[in-house]
């Protein structure tokens, strides 16, 4: 997408479609806040736009043979902070998975997915939480890192952390694509982006 306005009317096709405003963010990589302000907007100065910035990684994320190359690149990072075993990549649902998982299959460990509160809200909802998909490993007792293709602010990553811990994992580093707060850590676990945005 180039502009702005290509951004609303995905974004509007996308609430067509039926997928609500946290799956609207998650398919445009953008904020919650961003993507109801795009499917809200129907004329320009109608409210001030949030401070944030699309990426769009379909270039690569739509070949696997390119993806695969940026789960190298990414591992290789990862371990480059984590000195301990790792047990299991958590991947965050939905564009972190085909990343999550070809990492898993670099470090040869198991593959967990969690599906984050962000896909599942909508402005009117109080009481929405993540979970873990029960199709794929258990994070209980086992060493992991967090693996997706954006960080915008961190809250998903961080709700994450709490997610691991709480169901007896421990979180070593996440690793990202593109980390849109230019973040060192979350919660003191590390932060291995690939690129960083820095707003001046």
Do not use: Q
Not at 6 to 14: H, M
Not at 93 to 100: E, M, Q, T
Not at 154 to 175: E, F, N, Q, W
């Amino acid at each position: 997408m180039k502009s702005v306005d290509d951004l609303i009317k995905k974004a509007i096709e996308l609430k067509k479609r039926g997928l609500k405003t946290g799956e609207i963010a998650d398919e445009l990589n953008v904020s919650r806040e961003t993507a109801l302000w795009l499917i809200s907007k129907t004329r320009e100065g109608d409210v001030i736009s949030p401070p944030d910035i699309h990426i769009s990684w379909n270039a690569i994320s739509s070949h696997s043979y390119r993806t695969r190359l940026l789960a190298k690149l990414l591992t290789d990072m990862l371990l480059e902070t984590v000195t301990e075993d790792i047990d299991c990549v958590v991947g965050i649902a939905v564009s972190g998975i085909p990343l999550a998982t070809m990492v898993a299959e670099e470090l040869d460990c198991e593959l967990a997915v969690f599906h984050p509160k962000k896909v599942k809200w909508e402005p009117d909802e109080t009481n929405v939480f993540g979970s873990f998909s029960e199709n794929f490993a258990s994070v209980s007792g086992k060493n992991c890192i967090i693996v997706d293709d954006v960080i915008s602010t961190g809250s998903t990553v961080k709700d994450l952390i709490g997610h691991i811990t709480s169901s007896g994992g421990r979180v070593l580093a996440t690793g990202v694509i593109v980390d849109k707060k230019g973040l060192t850590d979350i919660d003191g676990i590390p932060v291995k982006a690939m690129l960083s945005i820095i707003r001046l």
